[in-house]
């Protein structure tokens, strides 16, 4: 397993669309548990293949307190259910911002695994939140969209004088 690189806003590289994955196998596995590894390396509790340079349909998240609960999800597709609720979210690709954002509490997911096996289940707060989050990433969204241009402008000079000082 190794750490991968994570790229920072505003890259251009985090607004590409993922395509789907069609060869499933070890090298999708392999992958995954790669993302996982650098998630918990960040650490965060989510992370897209899209935030390290890689644009197929792959997300990873683990909310649970004990870091002992990944779920590794392919090509997944998201049913939106419950009340919307205004929460704080971050991203490992604008380290250091917290801004609430807008999201649905509860959602059904469908998925498949590293091997193709399809399943579906059902999420809510936390993990709900984080799997729109991460599924965003894969169509180039980042969770600064929802805010209003003052705002994102005012991150995006904030990160790139950090990124200026950290050279
Ligand atoms: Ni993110």
């Known amino acids: 397993m190794s750490l991968l690189n994570i790229l920072r806003y505003p890259d251009h590289r985090l607004r590409t669309k993922a395509r789907p994955v069609v060869d499933f ?17 960040a650490p965060g509790i989510g992370l897209a293949a899209t935030q390290v340079d890689v644009h197929s349909r792959i997300v990873v998240v683990d909310t649970s307190e004990n870091r002992d609960e990944p779920h590794i999800l392919v ?3 998201l049913e939106l259910h419950g ?5 704080e979210e971050g991203c490992l690709s604008l380290p250091g911002i917290y801004e609430p954002v807008s999201r649905s509490q509860r959602i059904v997911v469908q998925a498949q695994t ?7 289940f059902a999420a809510e ?3 709900a939140v984080c799997i729109q989050h991460e599924c965003d990433h894969l169509e180039g969204k980042l969770f ?5 241009s ?3 402008n005012r991150i995006r000079k904030k990160l790139n004088k950090q990124q200026t000082q950290s050279e």
């Open 83 to 87: 009340e919307v609720l205004k929460v």
């Open 75 to 77: 090509n997944p597709s």
């Open 125 to 127: 707060g936390m993990l």
């Open 144 to 148: 600064v969209d929802y805010l209003s």
């Open 150 to 152: 003052l705002k994102r």
């Open 25 to 41: 196998g070890n090298i999708i596995e392999n992958f995954a548990n790669d993302l996982l590894e650098t998630m918990y390396a």
């Open 114 to 120: 590293p091997l193709g096996e399809s399943f579906t």
